[in-house]
């Protein structure tokens, strides 16, 4: 399992988490997590995209994708979403806080059983944005299906 089965959009290109938060360690999301999943997002004609290969490990019981792996990856990619808004707003982090924003909800919608063995689809696009609040819409597809949709709300984070 040390080893990213997120499949690259362009392997030659740094991902958003790469560039923008390489040193983060998130589960999800964090490149500098040798266990976690190592989501890589990208740009990509209006949306933010990435492929996602399940694990073994990630089955729910039933031969599908579980749930809990499915809000994972879905969190992770709208913070890809909401980083790269930000960044094209200059909207910085304070000096010495990892992120410039964190996940205040996510309204997540299961539609269809997602494939346990099969490479699935993210996409991502923000719906809404100023420096204290940004919205992003994600969801996972797979053969041109949307299996999952969640809306994410994410707050600028100011350490007290």
Same mark, same amino acid.
């Given at each position: 399992?040390?080893?990213?089965?997120?499949?690259?959009?362009? !392997?030659?290109?740094?991902?958003?988490?790469?560039?923008? &938060? +390489?040193?983060?360690?998130?589960?999800?999301?964090? +490149?500098?997590?040798?266990?976690?999943?190592?989501?890589?997002? &990208?740009? #990509?004609?209006?949306?933010?995209?990435?492929? &996602?290969?399940? *694990?073994?490990?990630?089955?729910?019981? %039933?031969?599908?994708?579980?749930?809990?792996?499915? #809000?994972?990856?879905?969190?992770?990619?709208?913070? /890809?979403?909401?980083?790269?808004?930000?960044?094209?707003?200059? *909207?910085? #982090?304070?000096?010495?806080?990892? %992120?410039?924003?964190?996940? /205040?909800?996510?309204?997540?919608?299961?539609?269809? +059983?997602? +494939? %346990?063995?099969?490479?699935?689809?993210?996409?991502?696009?923000?719906? !809404?944005?100023?420096?204290?609040?940004?919205?992003?819409?994600?969801?996972?597809? *797979?053969?041109?299906?949307?299996?999952? #949709?969640?809306?994410?709300?994410?707050?600028?984070?100011?350490?007290?």
């Amino acid at each position: 399992m040390g080893e990213s089965r997120t499949i690259d959009e362009g !392997s030659e290109q740094p991902s958003i988490q790469e560039r923008l &938060f +390489p040193t983060l360690r998130c589960f999800g999301c964090g +490149p500098a997590n040798p266990k976690g999943l190592r989501l890589r997002s &990208f740009p #990509a004609e209006g949306w933010v995209v990435a492929r &996602f290969a399940p *694990w073994p490990e990630h089955d729910n019981g %039933l031969g599908y994708l579980n749930g809990g792996i499915i #809000a994972t990856v879905l969190d992770c990619h709208s913070a /890809a979403v909401v980083l790269l808004e930000a960044e094209r707003n200059n *909207w910085t #982090a304070p000096v010495g806080v990892p %992120l410039p924003y964190v996940t /205040a909800g996510l309204d997540l919608r299961y539609l269809r +059983p997602s +494939p %346990l063995g099969e490479t699935v689809e993210l996409r991502g696009v923000a719906v !809404s944005a100023n420096e204290s609040e940004i919205v992003a819409d994600v969801e996972l597809l *797979w053969e041109g299906k949307t299996r999952a #949709a969640a809306s994410a709300r994410w707050k600028r984070w100011l350490p007290r």
